[in-house]
């Protein structure tokens, strides 16, 4: 049961992976908060860095995250998450790799206990940037990638891992696709104007609890 469960969240992180890669652009060669803040972008068509304000929204499509004590608002920079311990896991992608404007790399960052979150980071400029200049636009995390006991993620709302699918409904409201298997039942909110822009929260089929959580922006 927990294997096949793992297959279906581990689609849910394949739909992340396939959103960065789809224009793939490698060029070879709410509690107590604080904020995180001295960053700085040239980015385009759009996509800046949010303000920091370091308040965990109520709706997901605030594009609030809160890892641990500090609140992190999407899009942001990869130095907010290092501050918090949590390095880019460079064994199959460096952090100099060149990504060309307007596309998208998924990566993990992890801390020293083992904890990790996978991040997309995007660049938002029209000429080639190093993946650690580039935005984070996505966060996922699955109960699988917390084995440290060191990372807690909530995500708008007061949603986190094991949390009812009421806690999600009540906050997103019911205008969510959902897809449902023996094992897993994915709920998704989006928007219409963009491709990105979405939050899936997926729930064992047996306990109800919340067990994998993706936010894009």
């Known amino acids: ?20 890669l789809s224009g793939c652009g490698v060029v070879k060669k709410a509690a107590s908060t604080k904020v995180v803040t001295d960053a700085s972008t040239d980015a385009s068509e759009g996509y800046v860095l949010a303000q920091q304000t370091g308040v965990l929204g109520e709706k997901w499509s605030e594009f609030t995250v809160q890892l641990n004590s500090t609140v992190i608002t999407l899009p942001g920079n990869a ?3 290092e501050k918090l311990g949590l390095k880019m896991d460079t064994s199959l992608m ?62 708008p709302g007061g949603v986190g891992l094991y949390s009812d699918k009421s806690t999600a409904i009540h906050a997103y409201g019911s205008d969510y696709e959902e897809y449902q298997s023996d094992t897993v039942h994915m709920y998704t909110w989006h928007v219409t104007d963009s491709y990105y822009k979405s939050c899936e929260i997926d729930y064992d089929a047996a306990s109800g609890k919340a067990v994998g959580m993706f936010l894009n922006f």
């Open 1 to 20: 049961m927990k294997k096949n469960r793992s297959v279906m969240i581990s689609l849910g992180m394949a739909v992340i992976l396939g959103v960065a």
């Open 79 to 81: 130095l907010y998450l």
């Open 94 to 155: 460096s952090k100099d790799t060149l990504v060309n404007g307007g596309n998208r790399e998924s990566v993990y960052f992890k801390n020293e206990f083992g904890d990790a979150i996978l991040v997309t980071l995007m660049n938002p400029n029209r000429t080639p940037r190093a993946l650690h200049d580039c935005l984070v636009t996505g966060i996922a995390v699955t109960e699988y990638d917390l084995d440290g006991g060191h990372l807690n993620v909530i995500f």
